[in-house]
C-alpha cells in the first residue's frame, strides 16, 4: 500500500524532535561500531605488514611470538642472542640472497636502539613491500652515527646534526648510561606507521663499541675506553639478537627454515613473518574483540532508546492508528508502519554513521598517525556491510515490540481510540 | 423494494466470555440511501456496534450485512478493504490527522481505496468541492487540521467521509461539541451531501432531539436476547 510509507513519514516528521535525537543515538551507536571495524582493519593491516619481503626471521630458540615481539616489535627481550658465527654460517647459504642482523639491548629516552646494518635500509620492507625512506639525512656510515625512526625525530624534535646518547637496557636504572660515547644524528626516516618509527637505528659496529668498557652487562669500574679511540679494537660483534633473511627462491622457504631449526652448533629458531604475526593477532585477538564488545553495547544502548521512544510515543498515536483503521488500514498496515518507522531510523542511522566514518577516514589521518596507526580505508569493505546489515536487522527487530503493543492497542481501540 | 444498505440479525457481543453484552440485538435494518437515527444512554453499546458494523469486530452470535455481504464470511484483511471501500466514518473527536492539511486528511480514503478513488474522479477536485459545499474556503483547505477551528475540523471530518461517495456514511456522535444552532446547520448540510452522494447515513447520538432530522430512529438500550 503506497499510502503507508508518505502516512509513515509525514507521521515520523511530526515527531521529529524526539525521533531526531533517536536518530541521532543510533547514527552515534553505528558511527561507532564502523569506527570500531575500520581502525581495527587497520590496525591488523598495519599489524601484519609490520615487516614485509623478509622470508625468514631468526633467532635463539624460543616461541615464535616471542622472537616476532622482539625482534619486529622491539617489545620484551630475547632469551638467549645467538652467535655471530652461527649468523655467517647460515647467512652463507647460497639458497640465502641478503641477510640483515639485528641486535637490540639499548634505549634511548625509552625508544629502542637497534643495532644493524646499512643492508637493513636496502632489504628491509613494511606494508605493500614498501622500502624505508629517508625524510633528511643519508644512511649511518661512520661509528657514532645514528639514523632515527619518524616518531623519534618528532617527539623528541630532533634534526639531522642532533647528538644523542644511549642507555643500557631500558634506561630504568641510573649509571647505566652509554654517556660517554655521544652519537649524532645523520638521518631521519620517513613514517611508515610500522614500529620502525619508534626505533633508533645505530651501526653493529656501535653497539660492540658502546660495550666495549662493559661486561656482564654493567660498566666496569674505573675503565673507560674513550669514543675517539674505539676504532683501535675489534667492534666485530661477538653474538646478536636475530636476523632477517631474504630467498632467492620462495619455494626454498621450508628447506631453509628447517634447516636452520635443525642447526647444530646452537638451538636456533627460524620463523616465517606472516605466520607469526598471525599467530600474534590472534594472542592480542581479545583486546579487538573487547573493542567490539563495547561497540555492540554501544548500539545495543541506542536501540534500546529507538524502542523506548517508539512506546512512549505510542499512548500518542493511538488516535492517529484509530483514524488509519478507520479509513480501511489493516491491523497489518499498523504493524508495518511501526516497523517501518524503526527500519527507517536504523537504515538512516546506519547511513548516516557510515558518512560519518568515512568523513573521519578522509579527514582524521593526522590524529590516527598521532596514536601510531595508518591512515583508515576510504572503501566499505565486506566486513561493514554485513555489520551495517546486523544493525538493520536489529533495528527492525527493536521495532518489533512497539509494533506489537500497537497492534495490541489498535485491536483494543478499533475505530475509537480512548485516549 | 429498496435493498438493505444494513442488516442486522439476532445480534450478540460480548468483550469476554464471562462478561455481560456489551451489545445485543434482535434485528435491525436500514434501507439504502436512508437516513437512521441511533440513540442510546451511554454504555448501551453505540461504539461496539459501530466496530462491529466497521468489521473491525465480530459477533458472538448473529450476522451483519452491510451491501448484501456478510462481514463474518470475510477475512480480516478484506473486511479492513471492504470497509475502506464502502464506509466513511465521522467521529465525536472528528480523529483528523494533525499533521496534515484539510485538504490531505479528506483525502486519505482515497489513498486506501481504489474504488473511493475512482469514485472521487478527480480525488483532489472533488475533495476541494466538498470543502466548498461544506463552507470551508480554499486558504482553509491548505492549513494543517491543528489549526482549524472545531467547526472546521468537523466539516473537514464529514468531507473525508463523503468523498468517493461511500454507499454508507456513519457518524458517531459528531455534534456533541456543537451548540443547537450550529449542530441542525451541520446536520442538515451532511443528509444533503450524502443524499446527492445516494449514501445511507447512520447517525449516533444520546440527544434524542436531533432524531427529528432523520427518516427512522432507533434506540439502542441494551435489550437482552430472546
Request: aromatic residues 6%; proline residues 5%.
Amino acid at each position: 500500500m503506497s499510502a503507508l510509507p508518505r502516512l509513515a513519514l509525514a507521521s515520523a516528521w511530526n515527531r521529529r524532535l524526539s525521533l531526531g535525537l533517536t536518530l541521532l543515538a543510533v547514527m552515534l551507536a553505528a558511527t561507532l561500531l564502523l569506527s570500531v571495524e575500520r581502525i581495527r582493519e587497520a590496525a591488523r593491516d598495519s599489524f601484519a605488514q609490520s615487516v614485509s619481503g623478509s622470508d625468514l626471521i631468526v633467532g635463539a630458540r624460543t616461541s615464535p611470538v616471542q622472537l616476532v615481539l622482539y625482534s619486529v616489535f622491539r617489545l620484551g627481550e630475547a632469551t638467549n642472542n645467538l652467535d655471530w658465527a652461527s649468523y655467517q654460517k647460515i647467512a652463507a647459504d647460497p639458497a640465502i640472497a641478503w641477510s640483515v642482523p639485528l641486535s637490540l639491548g639499548d634505549s634511548h629516552r625509552g625508544y629502542p636502539v637497534l643495532g644493524t646494518t646499512a643492508d637493513y635500509f636496502t632489504h628491509f620492507r613494511y606494508g605493500d613491500r614498501q622500502p624505508l625512506r629517508l625524510a633528511d639525512g643519508v644512511v649511518f656510515a661512520g661509528i657514532f652515527d645514528a639514523v632515527l625512526g619518524a616518531e623519534v625525530a618528532q617527539r623528541l624534535g630532533y634534526r639531522v646534526g642532533d647528538q644523542i646518547t644511549l642507555s643500557h637496557g631500558d634506561g630504568g636504572l641510573p649509571g647505566m648510561a652509554h654517556d660517554d660515547k655521544p652519537f649524532t644524528v645523520v638521518g631521519i626516516l620517513a613514517p611508515t606507521g610500522t614500529p620502525v618509527d619508534r626505533t633508533v637505528h645505530v651501526g653493529l659496529a656501535a653497539i660492540e663499541a658502546i660495550h666495549l668498557d662493559w661486561i656482564g652487562g654493567a660498566p666496569v669500574p674505573g675503565f673507560n675506553i674513550g669514543a675517539e679511540v674505539v676504532q683501535k679494537f675489534d667492534l666485530t660483534p661477538k653474538s646478536i639478537t636475530a636476523f632477517l633473511v631474504g630467498l632467492h627462491q620462495r619455494a626454498e622457504v621450508f628447506r631453509i627454515q628447517r634447516r636452520i631449526n635443525q642447526f647444530a652448533d646452537e638451538p636456533l629458531l627460524a620463523v616465517m613473518p606472516g605466520v607469526a604475526l598471525d599467530q600474534l593477532w590472534q594472542t592480542v585477538g581479545v583486546v579487538e574483540r573487547a573493542l567490539q564488545a563495547v561497540s555492540w553495547l554501544v548500539l545495543a544502548v541506542g536501540l534500546a532508546g529507538l524502542m523506548a521512544t517508539m512506546l512512549a510515543g505510542l499512548d500518542q498515536r493511538r488516535r492517529e492508528m484509530a483514524i488509519l483503521r478507520s479509513i480501511g488500514a489493516g491491523r497489518r498496515h499498523i504493524l508495518g508502519l511501526l516497523l517501518l518507522e524503526s527500519g527507517l531510523v536504523s537504515l538512516l542511522g546506519c547511513l548516516l554513521g557510515l558518512a560519518a566514518v568515512s568523513l573521519f577516514a578522509a579527514v582524521g589521518g593526522d590524529l590516527l598517525a598521532a596514536f601510531g596507526l595508518a591512515a583508515l580505508p576510504l572503501a566499505v569493505s565486506v566486513g561493514e556491510m554485513k555489520l551495517l546489515g546486523a544493525v538493520l536487522v536489529c533495528g527492525l527487530s527493536v521495532g518489533v515490540l512497539p509494533a506489537w503493543r500497537a497492534y495490541r492497542l489498535s485491536l483494543a481501540d478499533g475505530l475509537i481510540p480512548r485516549s | 423494494m429498496t435493498p438493505a444498505a444494513i442488516r442486522i440479525d439476532d445480534l450478540l457481543f460480548r468483550w469476554r466470555p464471562d462478561a455481560a453484552p456489551a451489545v445485543c440485538l434482535r434485528g435491525l435494518q436500514v434501507d439504502a440511501g436512508k437516513s437512521l437515527f441511533l440513540h442510546g444512554p451511554s454504555g448501551a453499546g453505540k461504539s461496539t456496534l459501530l466496530n462491529l458494523l466497521g468489521g473491525v469486530l465480530l459477533p458472538e452470535r448473529g450476522r451483519i450485512e452491510v451491501l448484501g455481504q456478510v462481514l463474518g464470511d470475510l477475512p480480516a484483511a478484506r473486511r479492513d478493504a471492504f470497509r475502506a471501500d464502502h464506509l466513511g466514518f465521522i467521529f465525536q473527536q472528528f480523529n483528523l490527522l494533525p499533521w496534515l492539511s484539510a485538504l490531505e486528511n479528506v483525502l486519505l480514503p482515497c489513498r486506501f481505496s481504489r474504488r473511493r478513488a475512482q469514485r472521487a474522479g478527480d480525488p483532489v477536485a472533488e475533495a476541494r468541492r466538498l470543502l466548498a459545499a461544506l463552507d470551508l474556503a480554499a486558504p482553509v483547505q491548505g492549513a494543517p487540521a491543528a489549526e482549524l477551528s472545531v467547526g472546521q475540523q468537523q466539516r473537514v471530518a464529514a468531507a473525508r467521509a463523503l468523498i468517493g461517495r461511500p454507499e454508507i456514511v456513519i457518524a458517531d456522535e459528531p455534534t456533541s461539541a456543537l451548540d443547537a444552532a450550529r449542530q441542525d446547520a451541520f446536520i442538515d448540510l451532511l443528509l444533503a451531501e450524502a443524499k446527492a452522494a445516494a449514501s445511507t447515513v447512520v447517525f449516533v447520538s444520546h440527544d434524542q432531539r436531533l432524531a427529528a432530522h432523520f427518516d427512522a430512529s432507533f434506540a439502542l438500550t441494551g435489550e437482552l436476547p430472546a
